[in-house]
């Protein structure tokens, strides 16, 4: 039986699986990465151990709640480009993160987000200059200038 304290990096290593991903296109990374998040907050490294992160987006950030489909995530870069998912431990199983995450290029992720059950997320550009996700009531988000500009375009 697996371990149920994996329960969710499993399902998104599964979910890439079944999108023919294998461990060069999508893998598993530490946790501790997660923590590079704290650039997007207001609180900084003192937002280490909160989970919704969105609640304290640093400026610019911008969210819409419209209905969507994720492929619209492309305007981001192009398909190959590398990024860093991070999604929340919904079962809170971890000691050191309420994150899990993972290393993709940005088609991969979208791919694999298509194909999981609803979750909170945060893709992640790898110089850590924008962010976009979505929470659990379905409202998309972005943080950074790059990933505003393209949520401007997406609402038009």
């Known amino acids: 039986m ?3 304290a994996y329960a969710t990096a499993n399902s ?3 979910s890439a699986r079944e999108c023919n991903l294998d461990q060069a296109s999508f893998r598993q ?6 923590q590079a998040l704290a650039t997007f907050t207001t ?6 151990g909160r989970l919704w992160l969105w609640e ?3 400026d610019p950030h911008s969210s819409f709640a419209d209905r969507h489909e994720l492929g619209f995530l492309l305007m981001l870069g192009p398909p190959d480009m590398p990024v860093w998912l991070v999604v929340e431990d919904f079962d809170r199983t971890k000691r050191d993160s309420s ?3 993972f290393e993709a290029t940005l088609a991969a992720v979208i791919a694999t987000l298509k194909n999981h ?8 550009s790898r110089p850590l200059t924008w962010l976009v996700g979505e929470n659990h009531h379905g409202v998309l988000f972005a ?6 500009a393209a949520f401007k375009q997406i609402a038009r």
């Not at 990374?29 to 997660?34: I, N, Q, T």
């Not at 609180?43 to 280490?48: A, D, E, L, P, T």
């Not at 943080?143 to 505003?148: D, I, L, P, Q």
């Open 2 to 4: 697996a371990n149920p």
């Open 12 to 14: 998104i290593l599964a």
């Open 29 to 34: 990374l530490p946790g501790r990465r997660a």
């Open 43 to 48: 609180g900084g490294v003192g937002n280490r």
């Open 56 to 58: 304290d987006l640093r």
């Open 99 to 101: 994150f899990w995450v």
């Open 117 to 124: 059950h609803l979750l909170e997320f945060y893709i992640v």
């Open 143 to 148: 943080s950074g200038e790059h990933a505003v």
